[in-house]
RNA sequence: GGUCCCAUCGUCUAGCGGUUAGGACACCGGCCUCUCACGUCGGUAACACGGGUUCGAGUCCCGUUGGGACCA
């Protein structure tokens, strides 16, 4: 086999949504899984619907993904004179021709039939019987200054077959498909049209996309076949589904590939996610990439649409989250602080601050809104924790507590366990009665991290502190 | 409306003629425990329906139903 090509081919009309990235990482993982080459091509021919932002968007989104392509990107609106150049060629064999029907008249003929209960096709009014019969046809137009659309001149008999390798032998009437439009009046050619001139050009080898694209695979085999070409291999990937198992869009919540970097994802958890979502490997959830790229293959693809499950997103993330080096997190971390408009600590400190958040929070947002008590000293008081743990019974136990603390050197967890134990022994009181208190005077609320743990990495200045103004707020 | 695709726990899925139908997320409970988590142990939960083929069907075939895509 020649070596592999895939591309991915986006329209840049908006972000890079979750099923395009999914779409882009099955390409690449096929590229790479058979040391081929992956190609970006930028499908921009509609000009009313694209935008530079739009294309920014979407390499931004694929470098952060790590989908690096090897080509590209191309841009179909710098590559006009080809397909000007094809659709000539097409003309000149017969293999299309030139249409006059005006829009009006296509209106009323498709509302005719439509009316009828007939399939709205072209009818072929311009349509030659035989292929040589319109060999001068547009040239004459063009003498006369008429203008025209271009139509393929498909065949409408026998069947076309689409052997995908996901979907398998799908078989398409001919008298199904109708005489596509290649170019418009105004010269511009068209979607179906462009894709495989560039497939063709670009030596696409596997061309794997949604199925929403399985349809227009036939017309589009007819149009290599016009070309005299070999059609590259087809796989149909199937739709991302919503909740509701309609097709997933911005309802269903963030669907773009740079929201869940602010959200605080990482991109080998999206990654991770996505190619689960359509594709497994036996039992196995995670995968580093260097075992996607070894493992992936189309057969373990599967034919049904899937349904967005967030959760499940959440706990991919949390896996990568909890079992990152933390030198790594903390430079992660820092860009979600510095927005949040924390200073950012400094990093030996914040690795042992991430160290006692890194279990309770599943996204990089999540653990910088937990750490609210280390980044400012302006406690968030849970005003039910305070009245249920700063009682008048727990002040002595707590001023106490506050002596042995100051008298702790070194301020390490071990030390600040044997304060505790002090003066849990002096009172007769079980951990909990003393922790609880202190928990609250430290974070403001009756959640958080081992208490040692939270003490120690907030250090003997700033634990005094909160001591003292907590023990003012007890009555 | 026409054409096409799809169908295993709520969700993602394993299964490729003989299984107590497995795993993961979520959910529920036990343990661990200074709170919350993590972890750990256990539990609830699925072959859409109806016909065939076969000694035997989640698995193969046909239909029905349901969902989806495309064409306009």
Redesign the pocket.
């Known amino acids: 086999m020649a070596s592999v090509r895939t591309r991915f081919a986006p329209s840049p009309t908006g972000y890079l949504h979750i099923g395009g990235a999914r779409t882009a990482l099955f390409n690449y993982l096929f590229a790479r899984h058979h040391g081929g080459t992956f190609i970006l091509r930028i499908e921009d021919t509609d000009r009313e619907r694209s935008t530079p932002q739009a294309i920014e968007a979407i390499l931004q989104s694929l470098k952060w993904l790590e989908l690096d392509w090897d080509e590209g990107p191309y841009f179909q609106t710098e590559r006009f004179p080809l397909y000007q150049s094809r659709v000539e060629w097409l003309l000149k064999e017969g293999r299309a021709y030139p249409c006059v029907c005006t829009p009006a008249e296509l209106e009323a003929k ?1 509302q005719a039939a ?1 009316k009828a ?1 007939r ?2 096709m072209y009818d072929g009014t311009c349509r030659p019987r035989e292929a040589h019969e319109m060999a001068g046809r547009a040239a004459e137009l063009r003498r006369q200054g008429k203008s025209f659309t271009v139509r393929f001149r498909a065949p409408k008999e026998g069947k076309t077959t689409v052997d995908d390798k996901i ?2 032998v ?4 001919n008298g ?1 498909l ?1 005489d596509l439009v290649l170019a418009r009046s105004d010269g511009t050619p068209t979607y179906n049209f462009c894709v495989v001139v560039d497939d063709i050009d670009m030596k696409i080898t596997h061309i794997i996309r949604g ?2 694209h ?3 695979t036939p017309r589009q085999i007819l149009l290599y076949q016009a070309f005299e070409k070999q059609p590259p291999e087809f796989a149909h990937v ?2 991302i ?1 919503g909740i509701d ?3 997933l869009s911005k309802r269903h919540g963030a669907t773009s590939v740079m929201a869940y970097k602010e959200m605080g994802y990482f991109p080998e958890a999206l990654v991770n996610y996505l190619v ?5 490997h ?2 196995q ?1 995670i995968f580093s990439r260097a075992e996607l790229i070894e493992k992936f293959t189309l057969e ?1 693809v ?6 967005f ?1 967030p ?2 997103l ?2 991919v993330n949390f896996h990568y989250l ?1 079992s990152r080096p933390l030198g790594q997190l903390a430079e992660e971390v820092a860009p979600f602080i510095a927005a949040k408009g924390y200073p950012v600590p400094e990093k030996a400190w914040l690795e042992r601050m991430i160290a006692t958040l890194r ?2 929070a599943k996204t990089l947002v999540e653990l910088v809104d937990q750490a609210h008590y280390y980044l400012s000293d302006e406690i968030r008081w849970d005003e039910n924790a305070v009245r249920k743990a700063l009682t008048p019974e727990v002040k002595r136990p707590l001023e106490k507590l506050a002596r042995a603390l100051a008298e702790t050197e070194p301020f390490d967890e071990a030390h600040i366990k044997e304060a505790f134990a002090k003066v849990l022994g002096e009172f007769g009181l ?3 009665a003393l ?2 208190p202190v ?1 609250v005077a430290l974070t403001g609320s ?8 939270v003490i120690a990495v907030l250090g003997k200045k700033r634990t005094l502190e909160r001591l003292e103004a907590a023990l003012e707020k007890i009555p």
């Open positions: 498709r439509l209960r399939k709205p979907k398998g799908v078989v398409f009437d199904e109708d199925d929403d399985l349809a227009n199937p739709l589904l198992k309609a097709r689960r979502l359509g594709w497994s036996g039992d959830e373990e599967g034919k049904s649409a899937g349904v499950n959760e499940k959440l706990w909890k279990e309770r079980a951990l909990g922790a609880q928990r009756t959640v958080s991290p081992g208490i040692y743990e």
